[in-house]
C-alpha cells in the first residue's frame, strides 16, 4: 500500500469547515483513499473514500486531485465533537473479496476550537 | 443494536497470566480483525480471518492465538502476558466482496499487564 503523509495537528474554528490535507504520491491505479478518524478512548469510524472522483456523504466530503497525489477531506461545519485524529490511508479496493489489514499511519490530530 | 461488541472494556492482569478478549459482530460480515494500538498510539493489524478461516497472521508472538468459533465472534487468547503486552486491541469487521470495504471497529480492550 502506498505512504501517506498528514500533518500532525490542525486546529479549526467550530462551525468553520476543516480541511484535512494528506499527500500520497505513490499512490497507484487501483488504490482507493480512505478516511478513518478515532475520537478520544474509542475505536477507529470510517468516514469516506474515493478513486478518483470528489465524494460526499453525511459526513463529508473527499476532493482528490486530478493526478490523484493528494486528497483533502473536507468536514463542512466542524463541532467540538470532531475533534479527533484523522488518518488517510491508501489502498487496494477489495474487489472480488480480501481481508488486508488497514495501515494505520500518524494521522493529524484535529482539534476543534470553541 | 451495538455492532462490534468487545468484552471485557478493561483488564488488568498480572505478567505472566492468560486471559482471553472476546469480540462479536452483529453485521452479518463474513471478515473479522484484530488490531493492537500501544501506548504511542500506533494502530497495527495483528489478524484477520474470513469466515473462520485465518487470513492474516502478522508478525505477533505465538503467544496470541485468534479463535474464530463462527463467523460473528473472533476471540483472542493470550498466554503468559508479558509487560510490552499492555495496550489497546479493537476488533474490527467487514464484508468480503464489494470494492472498498469499510471495516468496523470495536471499542476497544485495554489491557494493561502489571
Known amino acids: ?114 | 443494536d451495538t455492532a462490534v461488541s468487545q468484552t471485557p472494556k478493561y483488564l488488568v492482569t498480572q505478567m505472566g497470566n492468560d486471559k482471553s478478549i472476546k469480540c462479536e459482530q452483529n453485521l452479518g460480515h463474513d471478515t473479522m480483525y484484530w488490531y493492537k494500538q500501544d501506548s504511542k498510539k500506533f494502530l497495527k493489524i495483528m489478524f484477520s480471518y474470513n469466515n473462520k478461516e485465518l487470513i492474516i497472521n502478522e508478525t505477533v508472538p505465538n503467544r496470541f492465538s485468534p479463535k474464530s468459533p463462527d463467523k460473528a465472534h473472533l476471540n483472542l487468547h493470550i498466554n503468559s502476558l508479558e509487560l510490552g503486552d499492555s495496550a489497546v486491541y479493537f476488533c474490527a469487521s467487514s464484508p468480503w466482496t464489494g470494492v472498498g470495504e469499510t471495516q468496523y471497529f470495536g471499542p476497544g480492550t485495554r489491557l494493561l499487564v502489571l
Not at chain 1, 46 to 57: D, M, Q, S, V
Not at chain 1, 71 to 80: C, D, N, Q, R, V
Open chain 1, 1 to 114: 500500500d502506498a505512504k501517506t503523509t498528514q500533518p500532525p495537528s490542525m486546529d479549526c474554528a467550530e462551525g468553520r469547515a476543516a480541511n484535512l490535507p494528506c499527500n500520497h504520491s505513490t499512490i497507484s491505479g487501483n488504490e482507493y483513499v480512505y478516511w478513518y478518524r478515532q475520537i478520544h478512548s474509542q475505536g477507529p469510524q470510517y468516514i469516506i473514500h474515493g478513486l478518483k472522483n470528489n465524494e460526499t456523504n453525511e459526513m463529508a466530503s473527499l476532493i482528490i486531485t486530478e493526478d490523484r497525489k493528494s486528497s483533502t477531506l473536507i468536514l463542512p461545519h466542524a463541532t467540538l465533537r470532531d475533534t479527533a485524529v484523522y488518518y488517510c490511508i491508501v489502498r487496494v479496493g477489495a474487489s472480488g473479496g480480501g481481508a488486508d489489514g488497514l495501515t494505520f499511519g500518524k494521522g493529524t490530530h484535529l482539534i476543534i476550537q470553541p
